[in-house]
């Protein structure tokens, strides 16, 4: 198919091509909306009814937390397409991964995919209502705080510091009593610095984690569906 699409006249970049465990070819790309729809019309005209070419919506991943122990995947699913763009209202837009067994405060998490224009703007106000409970929202590409030690970038599980911080206030890092009720001076955890508590995003250590993770992750858009069968 290579030498038969020449894409050296069309502003395209081609950044991977890989073959998914359905059959198809999924080539990641570059460029404008415009461009991918060309290129998409090329592949058609040159390879006839030997392929179905098109595009994959892009989608981000969103972390849900402070789901009631009661929600489930379908009722998280049904408010994100309440707040879906008009274009994204399709069910099959919007995918949900649901944690099975609830935390110490019987919360559950999920994590969402769903187009970017949704995403951002369920990102952009921090929060999804689902039943009677106010989640927390933010990016998937956002760092994991472990709840033992207090630090980004790993999980209670996998934590190998000597400091267990499991009874810590996480305002201001002291044990014996809860952030609610605490009337200290912020202190954080991670990166031992007053100001702020151990959860807050403007964590000198959480931007660090934060902008090296969302580096790894960023790619560019996907354009999927060359079947070898001829159907996507």
């Given at each position: 198919m290579q030498h038969t699409v020449k894409?050296?006249?069309?502003?395209i970049k081609i950044k991977n091509v890989r073959e998914t465990k359905g059959g198809d070819i999924e080539i990641t790309t570059t460029g404008k909306e415009e461009v991918k729809d060309a290129f998409i019309k090329r592949i058609q005209e040159k390879m006839g009814e030997a392929v179905t070419a098109q595009k994959v919506m892009a989608k981000k991943k969103i972390f849900i937390k402070d789901i009631h122990e009661t929600a489930t995947a379908e009722d998280v699913r049904e408010e994100l397409l309440k707040q879906a763009t008009e274009g994204d209202k399709q069910a099959d837009n919007i995918a949900v991964t649901m944690a099975t067994k609830p935390n110490k405060g019987r919360k559950l998490f999920a994590f969402a995919t769903l187009p970017i224009e949704t995403a951002n703007k369920i990102l952009k106000a921090g929060k999804l209502y689902v039943g009677w409970n106010a989640c927390r929202v933010e990016s998937a590409n956002a760092p994991r705080r472990c709840f033992r030690c207090l630090r980004f970038g790993h999980v209670r599980e996998n934590c190998e510091s000597e400091i267990n911080r499991e009874d810590?206030?996480?305002?201001?890092?002291?044990?014996?009593?809860?952030?609610r009720d605490c009337k200290n001076e912020p202190h954080c955890a991670a990166c031992d610095q007053k100001g702020h508590r151990a959860d807050d995003m403007a964590c000198p250590e959480f931007k660090s984690k934060w902008a090296a993770k969302s580096e790894r992750g960023r790619q560019g858009g996907k354009m999927r569906g060359l079947n070898r069968r001829g159907a996507c």
């Amino acid at each position: 198919m290579q030498h038969t699409v020449k894409v050296h006249d069309i502003d395209i970049k081609i950044k991977n091509v890989r073959e998914t465990k359905g059959g198809d070819i999924e080539i990641t790309t570059t460029g404008k909306e415009e461009v991918k729809d060309a290129f998409i019309k090329r592949i058609q005209e040159k390879m006839g009814e030997a392929v179905t070419a098109q595009k994959v919506m892009a989608k981000k991943k969103i972390f849900i937390k402070d789901i009631h122990e009661t929600a489930t995947a379908e009722d998280v699913r049904e408010e994100l397409l309440k707040q879906a763009t008009e274009g994204d209202k399709q069910a099959d837009n919007i995918a949900v991964t649901m944690a099975t067994k609830p935390n110490k405060g019987r919360k559950l998490f999920a994590f969402a995919t769903l187009p970017i224009e949704t995403a951002n703007k369920i990102l952009k106000a921090g929060k999804l209502y689902v039943g009677w409970n106010a989640c927390r929202v933010e990016s998937a590409n956002a760092p994991r705080r472990c709840f033992r030690c207090l630090r980004f970038g790993h999980v209670r599980e996998n934590c190998e510091s000597e400091i267990n911080r499991e009874d810590s206030c996480l305002r201001c890092c002291e044990p014996g009593h809860k952030a609610r009720d605490c009337k200290n001076e912020p202190h954080c955890a991670a990166c031992d610095q007053k100001g702020h508590r151990a959860d807050d995003m403007a964590c000198p250590e959480f931007k660090s984690k934060w902008a090296a993770k969302s580096e790894r992750g960023r790619q560019g858009g996907k354009m999927r569906g060359l079947n070898r069968r001829g159907a996507c």
